[in-house]
Structures are given as C-alpha cells and as structure tokens.
C-alpha cells in the first residue's frame, strides 16, 4: 500500500509537463538581471528595494481574471505569477554561509494546483529560467532572518491595500503582512514611496534596445489592425465587432491582449475620453473614434485613429479633424531630446484654440479646455500610462524615450456652438520614439491625413468577406 502511495505521489508530482511551443522573443534574463544592476546603482547605500506582484482580481465569484504582473515586478524579474516579492540589496548580505544581493520569494510549485490554475516556475524555473541565485517559496520569508531596520532606507511603491486572500499564510497578503510587522510600517511611517517611483521612472522611461523591439513590434501590429478595421468598417458594424477585429489581429499576431480597455465609439460616444461600453449595436453614419493598442510581451501601444463609417468625411468632421491633425504635425516639429515636456501640450492646445476660433467655436482661447479637456502626451512602455518624470515645466524630453501625442476635439450634444458641430468627437494619438535631433513615428504605418484615410476605407478588408450562420 505504501509503494503505491509513493508511486501514485510520484506521478502526480511530475504530471504537470512543461510547456511547448511558447514565443521565443520574450525579453532575455540578461534585460531583466541588468535593469535590477541598473535599479541598484540609484539605490542610496545601505537601503533595500522590495517590489511585490500584483494582486489577483475576481471576475466572477470562484473565477479571476487573467493575471496582469506589477509592471515593475516583471521588469525587474520576468516573474510573471502572483504571490511573489523581490528584495534588492544595495549591498552584498551575509546570511550564515550564503551571500547575496536579491532574493526571489515566489508561488510554491504543487502538482495540483498546476493541474486546476497552471504551471509554476517555483524556485528551480525562477534559479534557471529567470537567472536568480537566492529564491525561496512565499512561505518561507515569515521565518527568513532579515531585520529591515538595520537599513537606513526602505524602498517600495504604494502597498495594495484591497488583496482578497488571508493574509497568513504565502499569498501576496501573507507576504505583505510579514514585510510590514518586519519592519514595523504602519500608516504613519508609510514615506518610501516616492523614492521607488523616482528610481523606477528614471529606468523605465528611456527604453533599452531589447526594450524598442518590443515596442515596435507592439505599435506595428496595433497600426495593421486599424488599418484592417479602416476597411472593414461600415455603418451595419457595430461597435464590438470593431473592437473584436482589432483584438483578433493583435493575437493573430501573437501579442497576448490590448494594453487598456479598448475605446471604441462612434458619434457622441466619441465625445466620452474614456468610453468603454463599446456596446452601440450599429456605427451609422458616424465617426468612429478607436483608441486601441495590442500588448506584446508586456508593451502597450497605444494607437487612435478616427475614421467615417462610410468611408467619408463630412465638410463639418473634415474641419474639425483637420485642427487636430495640424496640432499634431506642430507637436511633431519640436519632438526631439531637450525639449521641455509640458511644451507638447501648450504647442498642441494652441493650434487647437486657434482653429476652433477660425471655425467660430469659441471665441476666447481659454475656452479651449471645453473641447480639448485632457493632455497631449503620457510615457508608454510597459503600462499605457507608463511610469516617468512628470515633474513640471523642467522636465525635459530625453533620447529613447516614448511619448504619445494624442491631441483631441471632442463636441458633445448641447454644446455652446453651431449644432452642425454636436457629436463630432475626433482624437489622433501616434507613439513618438524621440531621438537626439529628431523623432521617429512608431505608428507612421497607420494613415492619419484624412485624404488617405479616405482612400485606404475604399479597400476591400478580408473580414468583409466571412460569412457565418445567421441566429
Ligand atoms: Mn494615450
């Protein structure tokens, strides 16, 4: 009886197979080894870096959602699983024999949780696959001999505070609830934070080559799906089913999903920045405002484009589109190192201000925040809305950095203006790489001048040719 318990044990242990068959362009050990090197250069001495993963979200009941890494978690690891931490030691650590200046603490492997909820990279995966010396399971961190207030500084971002897990045992609450009594943070003494964010922002907002590869690939097949949705769209598609090609051509071309909730509105849906419901049964004769982008490997995109459902622009959509895309070439021209960042928005909110007066829109320029209430650029990279030094009018635009430029018009029913204006809402936002001297358009792939816009509606798409079951 006890062999075939062993023998069943014995089994079951290895039932779980490796995975094959996995992309081969994710980023190296060597990326992720060098930015915790890079990372641990801005640490002040004697202090310690703790980054934990992301909590696990419920989507229904039993079922969560898909699990999205702590950007700053997969950036500096690879670690793509939750219920893990990661310590950074800007000094070597002696504990007894072992020396060491990261530790790994990472999700227990288990035969049948990886049966029900996936494989895990355990200790062995994250020592060979992630290239890590010192790892150990979640459970062990309560016992493991560390005393945080040796150090002269801790350093961590903003600690999740809504984890739905017990907190007591190896889970992200366990690992959270060891750190703080460790160190004995409470509400009060909560000040580290800040520190983490200047560190992380200053690394993740210049993009390394491995890191553009990325990008690019992210911002290329997120420029063919709007040009595959450009030809397909007609007034008889509805707003989801434009959503559903663009997700279809981001996974056909291997990215894992969008980089945000998709933004796909036609006519006053349009006029909603954030308008995610994308649930309009018919697009009619509107403009379509798409602000969608893939995430490959971790990079978001981020891509819109405003195209007329029927292929055409009205005299009233032309106008206003043509202010937008002006603003947008003006950004252009001063996208380059050295340039302060906040003048992308006041260059953008000029051009805007000024073609809303030729149009008879408004009358004094400050009234342009009505129909262009957000800002022209955000970092990307990781996160949509990446992490980056946004520190005021000194902030300056430095080489290998990605910014958006997005600027907007947005006309809701009921505004004070001609009613020939009313639910036009128009955003263009390309993915900048700056350069030295100059720039470079990630998403140059995608048309933007309404002529060519115009000409690209007129070609047939290959999703205007399936056919399925009528229900
Ligand atoms: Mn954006």
């Given at each position: ?11 079951f ?20 080894q ?8 801005l ?18 009941r ?5 699990f ?14 939750p219920?893990?931490v990661?310590l ?12 060491y200046?990261?530790i ?6 288990n035969?049948?949780?990886e ?5 895990r990279?355990?200790v ?11 790892v150990?399971?979640g ?10 207030k040796?150090?002269?500084?801790l ?22 609830e060891?750190f ?22 200053s ?13 690019r690939k ?29 997700a279809?051509i981001?996974r ?16 006053a849906?349009?006029?909603i ?8 049964t ?6 379509l405002?798409?602000?969608?982008g893939?995430?490959y ?8 484009r ?10 009233e959509q ?17 996208c380059?190192?050295?340039t ?16 809303l ?5 408004i ?25 980056g ?28 203006c001609d ?6 809402g ?10 030295k ?32 079951p009528?229900?």
């Amino acid at each position: 009886m006890k062999q075939l318990l062993l023998l069943f044990v014995f089994t079951f242990t290895f039932s779980v197979q490796s995975q094959e068959n996995l992309p081969t362009d994710y980023l190296s050990k060597e990326f992720h080894q060098g930015r915790r090197e890079a990372f641990r250069a801005l640490m002040p001495a004697n202090s310690v870096a703790v980054v934990f993963s992301y909590p696990e979200r419920v989507f229904s009941r039993d079922i969560n959602y898909n699990f999205h890494q702590n950007p700053d978690m997969y950036y500096l690891t690879g670690y793509k699983e939750p219920d893990a931490v990661l310590l950074l030691f800007k000094e070597n650590q002696t504990t007894g024999s072992e020396t060491y200046n990261e530790i790994l603490f990472v999700r227990e492997r288990n035969a049948a949780k990886e049966t029900w909820t996936g494989r895990r990279l355990g200790v062995e995966g994250a020592k060979s696959k992630l290239g890590f010396k010192t790892v150990y399971n979640g459970k062990d961190f309560n016992a493991f001999a560390i005393d945080f207030k040796k150090f002269s500084q801790l350093i961590y971002d903003k600690i999740p505070t809504d984890i739905d897990n017990n907190k007591s045992g190896s889970d992200l609450g366990g690992l959270i609830e060891t750190f703080k009594s460790k160190a004995s943070i409470t509400a009060e003494n909560d000040t580290a934070n800040e520190l983490f964010y200047n560190i992380s922002s200053s690394l993740r907002e210049i993009k390394t080559p491995e890191e553009l590869e990325l990008m690019r690939k992210s911002v290329k097949l997120s420029c063919i799906a709007h040009n595959e949705v450009m030809k397909a769209v007609g007034p008889d598609m509805s707003e989801n089913e434009a959503d559903g090609i663009h997700a279809y051509i981001h996974r056909h071309y291997g990215a894992e999903g969008e980089g945000y909730p998709p933004i796909v509105g036609a006519g006053a849906n349009g006029c909603i920045l954030h308008y995610g419901e994308n649930n309009a049964t018919k697009i009619d004769n509107q403009l379509l405002l798409m602000d969608v982008g893939s995430e490959y490997h971790g990079y978001s995109a981020d891509v819109t484009r405003t195209v007329p459902a029927n292929g055409k622009f009205t005299e009233e959509q032309k106008a206003i589109y043509q202010i937008v895309y002006d603003a947008q070439e003006a950004v252009f021209k001063i996208c380059k190192a050295g340039t302060p960042l906040v003048a992308l928005n006041e260059t953008a909110k000029d051009v805007i201000a000024k073609g809303l007066i030729k149009l008879g829109i408004i009358t004094d320029p400050k009234d342009v925040r009505l129909y262009y209430p957000h800002s022209c650029s955000h970092f990307l990279g990781l996160d949509v809305h990446d992490k980056g030094n946004y520190n005021g009018p000194q902030t300056l635009i430095k080489e290998n950095m990605i910014l958006t430029v997005e600027p907007g018009i947005y006309i809701p029913a009921n505004s004070k203006c001609d009613k020939k204006w009313w639910n036009i809402g128009v955003r263009i936002e390309d993915d900048i790489l700056m350069l030295k001297d100059s720039y470079e358009n990630l998403s140059a792939e995608s048309p933007r001048k309404w002529q060519d816009i115009e000409a690209l509606a007129k070609q047939k798409s290959t999703f205007n040719e399936m056919k399925f079951p009528k229900i």
